[in-house]
């Protein structure tokens, strides 16, 4: 038991195996992480990324996996396809492009931790798409040292050896319908034990049902799938927000956000245990989620379209929207991309303008903020590591800031301007911050 411990910790503060890290909530137990680089200072090495992609790096000992379309400003010819006989409900026709074999591929990217050196590249799907600030590589992939997970936004899933042998794949699409997002599937997958978990949450151009899945990670074999409903109104049902794990009563959950509500899950079956509303309170029709919630301390914070933010105690049975709530913020700079992040006595957000904020985790109030940060809007989302928080601008620039109960602002970083949206990883103790140009390892010296 003590060695199993040991090994997980050394896991948690030397890798970051999925989107978020290990713990799926932006934070690294890591020490010593620098403060301060530049172009040329405190540059360990940098890897030429194919082109721009809000997919952030996973690393896992000596791999670091990222995903990426073949070539820059990817538009495809836009082809309607004839609907295919319905499964759950009636279809629509496909918006995207078609998944061709002239469509520009979708890679998963492996290089070496240790020199950025590329070791393989897998095309994972054809067809790419722009949404905005997305295209279909914005999921992370997940791994666990010895494979490797990915779902791109044509739904395409799929297992890799960390060698880059295709282990097994299947398209969501093909199996449940076409996605039905205004703006593109961006979701990540999470690694919880020995299930890879997907949720869909959609509804602005479907009339099939949210759901959220489990499949066996080693086979693909579907070992669950559960309808999520809702009645939130029109661009409302869709999220971009990826699952998290809750740990209450001594038992882990499995905690979704999006169309109107969060809500708990049996992480053995997928059914829902509770579940709460109040994100969307004047009943908008455009109130889509796309920051995920974090948790700490038995409470889920979940952010919405800006306004409100909720934190929820976990648990219970049924709807819970009242008798579980901790507290509700409606005040400045709550995000509408950006998620946050929270150590369970700080709760840390940063809006979409670069104004960072702090609140009291346990009662909501006001602790410091908003406080600028560079010049520049703000996509990626917060990392805790080293008692610093870093956020990263569409610039490419960081802002790394004090944390706790007084604000500090310790250092502004600039890169190489291109156009970022991944967030920043931390690994030990440096930093890996993907640029639309480069992957960048920043350490100390």
């Not at 939130?232 to 998290?244: G, I, K, N, Q």
């Amino acid at each position: 038991m003590i060695l199993s411990i040991l090994v997980s910790l050394c896991v948690t503060a030397s890798d970051w195996p999925q989107w978020r890290g290990a713990d799926m909530n932006g934070i690294s137990p890591a020490e010593d992480v620098p403060s301060e680089w530049s172009a040329r200072k405190n540059i360990v090495w940098k890897a030429e990324m194919p082109t721009w992609s809000g997919g952030t790096p996973v690393i896992y000992g000596d791999w670091i996996f990222l995903t990426s379309p073949s070539k820059p400003d990817p538009e495809p010819k836009r082809v309607e396809e004839p609907d295919p006989e319905p499964q759950q409900g009636r279809r629509r026709r496909r918006r995207g492009p078609s998944r061709n074999p002239g469509g520009h591929e979708l890679f998963l990217l492996a290089y070496s931790r240790t020199d950025g050196a590329e070791k393989w590249r897998a095309v994972v799907d054809t067809g790419n798409e722009l949404h905005r600030k997305h295209n279909n590589t914005s999921p992370s992939p997940v791994t666990d040292g010895k494979h490797v997970w990915i779902v791109t936004g044509t739904g395409q899933v799929a297992a890799y050896t960390v060698e880059g042998k295709r282990v097994w794949t299947f398209n969501l699409q093909d199996v449940y319908g076409d996605f039905g997002l205004n703006w593109g599937y961006a979701s990540s997958p999470l690694l919880y034990e020995d299930k890879l978990i997907i949720q869909i949450l959609h509804g602005m151009h479907t009339d099939l049902p949210s759901y959220v899945a489990a499949y066996d990670r080693l086979t693909g074999k579907r070992l669950w799938k559960q309808i999520r409903p809702t009645d939130a109104p029109r661009e409302s049902p869709d999220a971009y927000t990826t699952p998290v794990v809750l740990t209450t009563g001594g038992k882990d959950q499995i905690v979704i956000s999006g169309a109107d509500n969060v809500t708990g899950h049996d992480p053995d079956t997928g059914e829902e245990l509770w579940r709460s509303g109040g994100m969307n309170p004047d009943g908008s029709d455009f109130q889509r989620i796309v920051g995920s919630p974090v948790t700490a301390d038995g409470i889920v914070y979940a952010t919405s379209n800006k306004k409100p933010i909720l934190a929820i105690r976990g648990g219970g049975t049924g709807d819970i929207t009242t008798s579980h709530r901790v507290w509700s913020y409606e005040g400045p700079g709550a995000p509408d991309v950006p998620s946050s992040v929270t150590d369970g006595i700080h709760y840390y957000m940063v809006d979409d303008r670069g104004l960072v904020s702090c609140l009291d985790a346990k009662s909501g109030e006001t602790i410091w903020g908003p406080e600028r940060t560079a010049q520049g809007t703000v996509s990626s989302s917060l990392v805790l590591a080293d008692d610093k928080l870093f956020i990263l601008n569409e610039n490419g620039v960081t802002t790394v800031v004090q944390a706790g109960p007084v604000y500090k602002l310790l250092a502004t970083n600039e890169l190489d301007g291109s156009y970022t949206l991944s967030s920043p990883a931390v690994a030990g103790n440096q930093i890996f911050i993907r640029t639309g140009n480069y992957l960048y390892c920043i350490g100390e010296g």
